[in-house]
């Protein structure tokens, strides 16, 4: 089946660590999207890619990086400069401006 | 990015009809109106968009106001499943690198549906 998958699903996080969400779709979309959301918000973009091995900031960058390799994969790093990062995370990729979104990553702090 | 502007929160009842209501004043001649949906602990799903005309697929149908500053999403009969958060976002067509169609999706705090049975 086409579609976009996230992994893990519950990631746990320690102080000054860096971790990586991955999100993979196979619906074969040149655009790709990384977004936060915290309880009862609505979602904030983090980071967009139109193509591949090229990628936009969103209107919450910082602390956060991305890579696109690879039309396939979109993978966003949770860096240590991140002090608030407790969230849901999803990523989404996009045809003819409609986006389809993946499941999603808790992330936690412990 | 223009706004919309969504009641926090609805109800209806069970296979009855929901009208949920977006106002848009600011929109531009060529943002396209976009609604999804999310369920907890989901993903947003999308659900119907439009331009100027009104538009009917298998999940529901999108009244789209002639000055194009509101709009309606209409679920004929809701079900117990339909409960969620519904965003209206507006989205401006842009042409990027290599003539790839993408935009971002703005998200505001949606309407809130709740569904008794």
Sequence with gaps: DGGITQSPKYLFRKEGQNVTLSCEQNLNHDAMYWYRQDPGQGLRLIYYSQIVNDFQKGDIAEGYSVSREKKESFPLTVTSAQKNPTAFYLCASSIKGTQYFGPGTRLLVL | DAKTTQPNSMESNEEEPVHLPCNHSTISGTDYIHW??????????????????????????????????????????????????????????????????????????????TVHP
């Design chain 2, 36 to 113: 999804y949906r999310q369920l907890p602990s989901q993903g947003p799903e999308y659900v119907i968009h439009g331009l100027t005309s009104n538009v009917n697929n298998r999940m529901a149908s999108l009244a789209i106001a002639e000055d194009r500053k509101s709009s309606t999403l209409i679920l004929h009969r809701a079900t117990l499943r339909d409960a969620a958060v519904y965003y209206c976002i507006l989205r401006d067509v842009k042409v990027g690198a290599g003539g790839t169609s993408y935009g971002k999706l703005t998200f505001g705090q949606g309407t809130i549906l």
